[in-house]
């Protein structure tokens, strides 16, 4: 089942006293590639893992475009979070094998060598994840995430540990996703590497969502002034 937008409405998101989100209002479109910027504890990470699904809002709504969410509907969500859900003991195929099963993808055997290829892996295949550097474990996380061609893509700051060759291999992978109609909500600090490819940016600030505008000027100026 495809939807072609994902949209939050008034979202607030509260632990214990504390209020990570403050009715936060969102809509991201198919064929989109939006940007959350903001410092460390702003709320970026709960409002993609609210959006995946992970963590309920106190209040406010979420629509997968005009339906709630359901089984069929989580099946078209691909994150990739801080935790990187890769078992160290397992090889590189078996993490993905693994994760193409519990999804009862098709075509397992052939979708886990496109992701392997994807993430520059072919050669480590059969060598534990538990012995990859960050980068190589990011890169195999990101294609764990794609593997079953999700709808919507939620990326935590998918750029860490990422060598410059690697950074321009996930720019042109995020902006095919875009051509294919994903709509693609990504937490950066990295605000250089992304200039030129989001269609637009938003900031999260003390729980609040501040809009960034689109006008001239580097996105780093922009989001400057949007903090002020």
Known sequence: MDFTSVSFTDVSRNFGRRRALNRVSLRCDAGEIVALLGPNGAGKSTLLSIAATLLEPSSGTIRYGDQDLDRELRSRIGLLAHDLYLYPELTAAENLRFFAQINGL???????????????????????????????????????????????????EPFTGLDDASSVALVDR????????????????????????????????????????????????????AGR
Request: hydrophobic share 45%.
């Open 106 to 156: 098709a075509d397992a055997g052939a979708r886990v060598d496109r992701a392997l290829a994807g993430a520059r892996l072919s050669d480590r295949r059969d060598d534990p994840v538990g012995g990859f550097s960050r980068g190589m474990r990011q890169r195999l996380a990101l294609e764990r995430a794609l593997l079953h061609d999700p709808r919507l893509v939620l990326l935590d």
């Open 174 to 225: 995020l902006r095919g996703l875009r051509s294919h109609g994903a709509i693609v909500l990504l937490a950066t600090h990295d605000l250089e590497v992304i200039e030129g490819l989001i269609d637009r940016a938003v900031m999260l600030f003390n729980g609040r969502l501040i809009p960034i505008d689109d006008g001239p000027g580097p996105l780093r100026d922009r989001f400057r002034r």
